[in-house]
């Protein structure tokens, strides 16, 4: 499936509903390669990390969606044990909000784990996010600053073309 339609579609529903004090950057290219996905699953993934970003600025921010096609090679793959070297097609979300603390990044993708108030979440988000993108071969990485945002990753095996 060609994963740009599934983003530029969720783009499109974040962009209408999103608080107006959310800007929405995108960069996704229209040559990115195919990924072998379910696109309803695509999208729940990348609702679940757009929402939370969301959620991470509750007084507005930036929130930046980016898309590529990547090669990942034999050192990238030695320093991530859950990557093979070979072509992949990128999803990057990045937000300016409030950041996760290191004591919790490793709670995060956990069942029922959750840092909202009650009645707020679940704490399925993140454990299902990571469950679709892992049953589709690819793997999330997270970097977070506190106090200026997180960066979530998602990377799914791509057909290898357009590599740049």
């Keep these: 499936m060609q994963l740009e339609h599934v983003i530029n579609e969720v783009i499109k529903i974040v962009g209408e509903t999103f608080p107006k004090a959310i800007e929405i950057k995108t960069n996704i290219p229209r040559d990115l390669s195919t990924v072998e996905a379910d696109p309803t699953q695509m999208h729940q993934v990348l609702l679940n990390l757009l929402v939370n970003a969301r959620d991470a600025m509750p007084g507005g921010g930036t929130l930046t969606i980016l898309a590529e096609n990547v090669k990942l090679d034999e050192n990238y793959s030695r320093m991530n044990l859950e990557a093979k070297p070979g072509p992949y097609t990128c ?74």
Excluded: C, Q, W
């Excluded at 995060?108 to 707020?120: A, H, L, N, Q, Y």
């Excluded at 990485?141 to 979530?152: A, D, I, N, V």
């Design 91 to 164: 999803i990057v979300i990045t937000d300016t909000g409030t950041g996760i603390p290191a004591d919790v990044r490793e709670k995060i993708f956990e069942p029922f784990f959750t840092t909202k108030e009650i009645g707020k979440g679940t704490g399925l988000g993140l454990s299902t996010t990571l469950a679709i993108v892992k049953s589709h071969g690819g793997f999330i990485t997270l970097y977070s600053e506190m106090g200026k945002g997180t960066t979530f990753r998602n990377i799914y095996p791509g057909d290898g073309n357009d590599i740049r």
